[in-house]
């Protein structure tokens, strides 16, 4: 995730930002850069890290923002780092987040030179605008912002004004005051070393921080926002308060899914734009998709699977991609090998992606981060933007490969005829109601907590699910084993009875994903089948009439084929919580990586 920090004051501000940088590369980064305001404007900035960019011993600037980069619009060069600048280098700005309608606002400053591929840069072109146009420089922000769609926390300065403006919707921002000058940063880690009295930005503010202090404004009215004092340690800050970053990151999920679906969604004509320039003729005889990935990727895979073949009309297979080879009477031209991974790194699934391009197949890649291997090996990409994921159990990346790959299905759909309009506008409702019922469950968090204290002392868990409720099974006995080390396995429902019931004891709670998507009624003549071997019931239902067949209820809301996906935030919460009161290493469990770059 992108981070920004910024300082005016009494005291020089380039060890202030460079120090704030460093503070925030826990958040995960590619590229870096600086901005000092000293009758003129000096821009620092390189892809790679903080201890890499060439700055000098001392600058006499009192005024500065940074940033580190995390790509999503454009490869980490050094071009593409933060601080953007106008033409004549007099407005620079940082920027969290995504600009939606950043191509059209382009076309539109035809006059204008742009060097990078971001989406941030047509702001401060926008800003040199208004500037030219007699407004001050706050004003200036306030007529940019209001030019754009999407989502955004900024800092601009500019020559010949006094510090610097910044202002937020939908990505946090914090204003830091010290004794000897204000702060500004997207989390309170990068400047705590110098004052613990914060305040939050709200959606919609706008700040003007000078040497005299800090104005905040909202809808052009000046305003207050309350000074609160922080009490958490650094570390804690750095996991905003949460004990792990696995906690952290699953309840991220609603604001990751929304920068996922951020701009790619039209839920009137129920058309997606996702980038992806896939030939119509090559879509229109497309014969098969393979999906090549490991691990919870490629559970990911397997919900998509059945998406593909719904709403696309094409047979599509999960391969666990160190097993794949393309093989036998396949037409290669007419095969689409999707690889889904998190990293772009996994060993496994890039080998994959080699075999699959060699026998001529053409490959998609969706993935998180931008630049990585898979990335660049593919013929096309998709990325999920969740933001990064420092926990070695996936959460975030989970949720937002499945929304990221049901936009595919409808991008197939539509573009193969298989999928209506009315159709697809109404799954794309879904998915912006999505981030909402993901919400819903974590409000609901503390019941997980203590249904987990329940079973802690368990031998073992199985969950189980159909249709796509069965990779939620599997993902959700995944989480449970890598974090807790307790035995769980994940099955399709039906398939129980074909030996693993024989384990089934009261010492072996059973979790049931008993959604729409996931055939739950057939499901339930599972529930019956365990019960009556004294298992103990977890049911997360969408039903109204489920109560009676379970010793835990977790409801999910109404979301169509995206309910498994809501029901699997239960299961990340319930293995955290199992994980927790056994007091396990959870961010970093025995014998696991991260990304596995080796075969
Ligand atoms: C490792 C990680 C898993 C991940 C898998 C695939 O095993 O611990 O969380 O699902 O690799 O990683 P990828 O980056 O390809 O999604």
Redesign the pocket.
Known sequence: MCGIIGYVGNDHALPIVATGLKNLEYRGYDSVGIALNENGIDVFKKSGEIDDLDVPETHPSNCGIGHTRWSTHGKPTDVNAHPHTDEDGEVAVVHNGIIDNYEALRAELDSHTFTSETDTEVVPHLVEEYLADDHDLRSAVEATIARLDGSFAIAVTASGHDGFVVARRDSPLVVGHGDDGAFVASDVTAFLEHTRDVSYLEDGDVAHLTTDGVSVFHDGEGTDRAVQTVEWEAEAAEKGGYDHYMLKEIHEQPQALRQTLSGRLDTVTGDVDLELDLPEQYLSSLQEIQIV?????NHAGRYAARLFEQFADVRTTVETASEYEFSGGRDPWRTLVVA???????AD?LSAMRRAASAGARTLAITNMVGSTAARDADHVVYIRAGPEIG???TK?FAAQVATLTMVSVYLGRQRGTLSGDRASSLLSNLRELPGAVQQVLDDEERTRDVAAEFVDSDAFFFIGRKLGWPVSLEGALKLK?ISYIHAEGFAAGELKHGTLALVTDQTPVVAVLTDGAAPRKSLNNVKEVESRDAPVVGVSSLDDTTKYLDVEFTVPELGVLEPLVANVYLQLFAYHIADELGRPIDKPRN?????TVE
């Open positions: 990935a490991c691990g919870t990727s889904v991974t998190q990293s772009g790194e996994t699934t070695v159990a996936a990346t890598e696991l990586a991260k990304s596995v």
